[in-house]
């Protein structure tokens, strides 16, 4: 009721008074509904802190338990939206990998039309070539060439899964920061409605930069 009211700050002072993780009586799937609710209010007053300390209390081994996979995707993109506000990159790339996974898994009940499995996979690769260099990056980069074959043949995909390639190849990438802005700036991350949109930008050129640097 109070956040039908527009009382964002009251409803959130509210619930958090609750402490619903030390209810026995109630069943995973309420828990997890009501920990949910928590993250979705604090998240609206950009409360990223306590987000953080909210998400701890949801333990991962029960969002694997079947017949919570709506709630294993929401909990995500909850973390998606801290990860994006700290510039984790690695983080939220491994976030929407997940996010990924548990659609695919099960289509037709969390996406029919398959636009969110696609946005969730192209989020997954952009943020993981965002994140800086390191062993687990090349890890994961290699990962997604094995793994995800058909969902880089696309056409939708085949710029990201260029560059992808690109980074885990030795030679030099061509570089031109029009041509680069221009084949990548319609994905989501890039977009000005997107948390650090433009910041996101400047990182995937800069990326490429140190891929050239390190080939050299």
């Avoid at 029960?62 to 998606?80: A, D, P, S, T």
């Amino acid at each position: 009721m109070l956040e039908a009211d527009g009382k964002a700050e009251e409803a959130t002072k509210m619930i958090q008074e609750i402490q619903i993780e030390t209810y026995g009586s109630l069943q995973t799937v309420e828990k997890v509904d009501f920990i949910l609710y928590q993250m979705k209010l604090v998240l609206q007053r950009r409360d990223f802190v306590r987000c953080q300390i909210l998400s701890r209390k949801i333990s991962k081994k029960h969002l694997n338990e079947r017949g919570l996979e709506k709630q294993k995707v929401q909990y995500y993109r909850f973390l998606v939206q801290y990860f994006v506000h700290e510039k984790q990159s690695l983080e939220t790339a491994k976030a929407f990998q997940i996010i990924y996974d548990t659609q695919n898994a099960a289509p037709e009940e969390l996406d029919p039309s398959g636009q969110e499995r696609l946005a969730s996979f192209q989020n997954f690769v952009i943020f993981l070539l965002l994140s800086p260099h390191s062993n687990e990056k090349v890890d994961l980069l290699n990962i997604v060439v094995a793994k995800y074959p058909r969902e880089l043949d696309t056409p939708q995909t085949e710029p990201l899964a260029r560059y992808l390639r690109r980074f885990l190849s030795s030679e030099l990438v061509p570089f031109d920061a029009t041509i680069v802005q221009n084949e990548v700036r319609g994905y989501q991350p890039f977009l000005d409605s997107m948390e650090h949109g433009g910041l996101h930008l400047q990182e995937f050129l800069r990326q490429l930069i140190q891929h050239n640097i390190r080939t050299v």
